[in-house]
Structures are given as C-alpha cells and as structure tokens.
C-alpha cells in the first residue's frame, strides 16, 4: 500500500523550531518529487515547499530564510525543518508525492494540488503563546 506518513507537528511557542517528517512506502520514492502544502483553520490548502529528486528547493515566499526542505532517499523520507515560527504558520501540514516528471516539467511551485499522486493524513502545527 501506498503511504506518506507526515509526523512532528506540534504546540510550539513563536520564534521556536519544529521538525516535519514525511516517510514514504509503497512506491518507487526515487520518482517523485514530495511537496509539503499546509491549511490554516478557515483557508484554503496553500503549497508551502518542494523538493524534488535532486535536492532542489522550492519555497512560497511567507516562509523564505524561515524553512528548509531536504530529503533522504535511502529512508525514503523528507524532512521540513521549520525555524522562527510564526503565529500564522499554524496549520495542518500535509506531505504529497508528485512524479519527478511532471514536478520537472511545470515547476513545483507552479503544479496544483490535482497533480499529485499521493497524499499524507497532515500533521497539525499549532504556533501560539
């Protein structure tokens, strides 16, 4: 079975650290790029960051300088390492797996959530004081 197991979310205080994880199995997780897109209560799902297979990053402009993205394709496992967090950063974090081929062709800041392949539960990210 195809799984994204997204994990590492939290209750943190503003300006604090946290440490998504997305495991992946069931699919080849050498093909696909993983994006990281998250929904604050009342908004619509937004893309917030990409990788894709190669290592290179993308980021929606709120979270430039603040996140990092990085992947493990031995444990097949992509990690978003959040620094500074703000009160808008609250969200549920969701992990989806894109092909490498079409996250390549448009541009993983440009493909739309409909273009993923698979999808994780979400892991929620509370920022607050």
């Known amino acids: 079975d195809v799984q994204l197991q997204a994990s590492g979310g939290g209750l943190v205080k503003p300006g604090s650290s946290l440490k998504l994880s997305c495991a992946a199995s069931g699919f080849t997780f050498d093909d696909y790029a993983i994006g990281w897109f998250r929904q604050a209560p009342g908004k619509e799902r937004e893309w917030a960051s990409g990788i894709n297979r190669d290592g290179s990053q993308y980021f929606v402009d709120s979270v430039k300088g603040r996140f990092t993205i990085s992947r493990d394709n031995v444990k097949n496992t992509v990690y978003l390492q959040m620094n500074s967090l703000k009160f808008e950063d609250t969200a549920v974090y969701y992990c989806?797996?894109?092909?490498?081929?079409?996250?390549?062709?448009?541009?993983?800041?440009?493909?739309?959530?409909?273009?993923?392949?698979?999808w994780g539960q979400g892991t929620l990210v509370t920022v607050s004081s």
């Open positions: 989806a797996a894109i092909s490498e081929s079409l996250a390549s062709l448009y541009g993983l800041g440009s493909v739309t959530p409909r273009m993923y392949d698979y």
